[in-house]
């Protein structure tokens, strides 16, 4: 059993984790920290999780938390994990960051994007990013994973194999239509994110600003260097979870068939288990992935306007964040990438 | 006071016209049909109503319905309203039809568009497509209007300030991403519009064949003849009303700075009491419009990459139906266009 | 035109009064107050009425609101009430307070029950419990109203008439198990009022110990001076508003028919328009009377257990406060009872 | 692994089943069962278990379904599982019916309560009454269980523990206000169940002759013989999942206290892995059980009105439903009676 440490349990993403790792059959889950709840017992905060555990919320000490686990999930505000990551890292600690705070490999974006100066070059450089599908053996050897974002991995699920197609991008305009639930907003305290305000609205909100549009553009870039700078809105929708993205490809002159784009995309994703492309006319929605790891994409073309559309579903807190930090624990520690996860 | 009747009147549609039609100044509803609930009291369905009015729901016969109003309003099914209109206007009726049936000028569509042959060929010729906005003048010393899709108004309430920008709009590529509350689907029982499916679920559906395309190609091509089919993709979010849309511009080169192009939104609608250009960075979105018959619209250029974004947002049922019906009267009876409806 | 401020205009109650009012044909709003937005335009706070006011929100200055208006409806917190409303009355103005400050006639149960001491008994003494349907004569004289509490509101309308029927009330044991929407808890930021908290949730709070119970006793006592302590359970559940309230009433030995005691109910109420006592097993449900200022209530005898149970439906913001505080102006000044609230 | 069939598999009981027993480790699904799907893949109906299973749905012809499976679970409609049950118990296989099609000792209750004429006396009396809590040992034994309903589950566990401290029951006068989410009333398609109808509403429904009530009623008089009639007053509100119930306790003298009743609550649960008396004054509520088997319970003296409020959640389809029969299945084949459901 791999003893682990969950750092910032009681956020939504932290108690996903808990949730997945409690029935995970490798894994013992021996800390979780809070600052606000320290001392008390994690079922008095998650009541779903009453009576079936005794863990009780600590302070994140280092010297307290250091030789209760051999592993660390960091589902903390991105300042804090930039922090907190390179102390677990160099005591021989494998890390799996859920923050931002290491998913960007040029320091310059840092104060800009997430509002601190990055002090932590040369673990950016060995940071992997974790978005399995793609970088799974990366991940096998490695003790330091930054977890992709909930908009990034939708987005990039959707995109990154048809990077192949269109070689290095130049002239492709991509615009990303993301509708998100509330959680990805995260368990802080905030008028918009009142029942009272969120129900029956939809809200665009950092049009064109979002924190993960470097993240996204970093990932499609590694394959399609000149591709021109995306157009990303993201908006809420009133709902809990979920997240479904609507990505429109403009600019895209070629004589491949849909069929044969979709092929193309079934055999991209041959060895994920997660990723399932939808057949025929099938059209992701999220109540279809939400409270799993999967995520659905199907590609379309408009017959009236010829347009390529790719649309993409997955259940934000999962595979936008827990689950996919568990798919990377299980390919880090060698075991089935679905364990835990089905 | 100006008699009206209002056919359809148990649908989510029909509700709303009862609703804003028994405040109205100037009139005084005389009837509303329903096939199903007819003759049960009109609050004993729509249980707001309850002790607001004695009217009765009652077939929809010709014969019984015609000396009773000077004014029909049709939340029909589209293929009834093509029957009907007819009939009434033959009358000497007024009519205002909230249905498809007269909304597409070329008759050639319909078959595919809404499953019917249309035969009044002379009557789609002579109605008038009623958004006020753009349509007032001819409103005013009209007889029939047929009153635009939800989506349609929306988008082209967005969108027909920037033909005159884009000349004859060859090139232009335009992408709608439209996300609409269960109301727009009608009262219908249908698994899929049922709580239990819908809650929790953004679904897209009809993509690239929504019966609003022809609409909305309809009215853009009256102004920019050239523009390229469009690709609309709508899809169903967990709320009962309220529609955003979404729009994305690719292809135009323009030196027309954002502030420019925001000031022709502003002096395009002048005289338009329900369009509110937001000012700055303010964003749409639904809560801001639910309720009302205003539509929020603001134009952004992603700074990054510098496309063209245009959100709108408006109530589905008050502005996308009922509401502007109403404003259509208004214009018809020469009464201040807001009248009943602020 | 009788000028109003509306003191806390930006909290729901606040918001529901600017949008009753500002329909209201006798009436002109001429200030709005709110420590937190103060300079701000109101339309730029409650997007809904942008570009339909060009009130800005002020500070609730005393000296600066008071030449502004003859009538001051006070949504403030209960203890910032029972400071101003003194000041307002001294100064000979019209106040109706939406707050809990003046509605027990007892002092000594607001350090409790309202966490502060009450220092103007002989205003309590004045002030006048707004409950239009039994006290509107009182009101019509009137310069100091204190409106009910919501869940008060449905209660006392789903009981008050029973009083009559079951003398001092010796032996009564009433249960009250009152359903709630969030919007009941003000626009306060809370983490149990997220969205991602609340949704799905239906949570019971306060049991035995919410505000709004000895203000029920006391205008059930005032009838029934016998009557043991009420059970009062109230709990909140996923929608924005509406209450429902089902009230079991045991230890009442009668041989008055169900029918009898309907046909009661309904001449208590003959005279009051906002209540509906529906006809035969007609069940009062919350989408049945939310965004209208209408009480609907039934009576039944569970012909299984031979029990009556007593069920009520209001929308909190408008029969619950901001409706019933319009009811009792057009009272205070003679007009309508209804005008504005169709 | 234990072949089992899910018979009606395409509703939402029947899906839980399904999601459950996919993940159970000694279980094979071998047949999953609906008339209207018969022949699509599973998967393509219920989209979250898109690639997790190749099952197809197949119609419930008993020589076709016979040989698959070991253990038949009904999640049928009641009066075609009073059909199908016996010819599986005949044959020899196991039987969990989550109908109510064998719940009623007394065949003289079908008619009215399930609409059909019980022609199965022998399984009548042979069957178990599958509340796992409290009939465990008879479950070990046995080969056929009928799953109790959901509201039953809900107030039985809330109000057996009370049957010893009531002896007879001579003079106890119980209301129980029971709130359930939408799926309760199962997938098919009503209007009163639309998103756009359901949503904002909480409407009761059944009041005093809901079918859980004799069911309830033959629970608790197996122990308090003389309890009259309870009050029962189900009714929907605006969410999926959950039931809680409040029930109150009238003309119970004792002096008992509160501490002693409580304590007899949790020795009363002792054996049950499933039950969570929660300590000190913790509220059930639905989120803290939605998604997992627990009941969660609090009994409460309301210190005003010295009256008994007894408060328990349920999730409906899992505790409600699929989880208990899952639970029964453990019981039945001696294995944890955890397995598969933490």
């Known amino acids: 059993m791999i003893p682990v440490a969950i750092c910032g349990a009681s956020g939504y993403a932290g108690q996903e984790l808990v949730s997945l790792l409690s029935r995970h059959p490798s894994v013992k889950i021996t800390a979780v920290t809070s600052e ?26 280092i010297e307290t938390v250091l030789p ?18 390179p102390q677990l890292i160099h005591a021989g600690k494998q890390v799996i960051d859920i923050s931002g705070a290491f998913r960007l490999k040029n320091p310059i974006h840092y104060p800009k994007v997430y509002g601190f100066e990055h002090t932590h070059h040369d673990l ?59 959680s990805g907003a995260g368990r802080k305290t905030d008028q918009t994110l009142q029942f009272c305000e969120a129900d029956h609205d939809v809200r665009p909100y950092k049009i064109g600003v979002h924190q993960h549009v470097p993240e996204i ?21 009133p709902m809990e979870r979920g997240i479904l993205i609507s990505a429109y490809v403009s600019g895209w002159n070629t004589d491949m068939s849909i ?30 992935v939400i409270h799993t790891n999967y995520c659905d994409i199907n590609i379309f073309r408009d017959e009236h306007s010829k347009q390529i559309i790719i649309i993409a579903a997955i259940d934000n807190l999962i595979k936008g964040a827990a689950g996919s930090a568990v798919q990377n624990m299980n390919s880090m520690y060698d075991l089935d990438e679905t364990t835990g996860l089905l």
Chains 1, 2, 3, 4 share one sequence.
């Open 36 to 61: 606000r709840y320290a001392e008390k017992p994690y079922g008095d905060i998650v009541h779903t999780m009453r009576s079936r555990t005794n863990l009780l919320f600590e302070k994140l000490h």
């Open 124 to 182: 950016l450089a060995k940071s992997i990013y974790g978005l399995t599908e793609t970088n799974k053996s990366a991940i096998a050897g490695n003790s330091f994973i930054a977890n992709p974002g909930c908009y990034a991995t939708a987005t990039l699920l959707a995109l990154l194999p048809l990077t192949a197609c269109i070689g290095n991008g130049e002239g492709i305009i991509l615009y990303i239509d993301a509708k998100s639930g509330l």
């Open 217 to 237: 553009e970093q990932a499609l870039r590694m394959r399609s260097p000149s591709l021109p700078n995306i157009t990303f809105v993201p908006m809420i929708v």
């Open 68 to 85: 209760k686990a051999e592993l660390f999930f960091l589902a903390l505000p991105h300042a804090l994990s930039h922090d907190i990551a």
């Open 259 to 288: 069929d044969d784009l979709k092929e193309h995309y079934i055999k991209f994703y041959t060895n994920a288990p997660f990723i399932r492309i939808l057949g025929g006319n099938r059209i992701p929605h999220t109540k279809g």
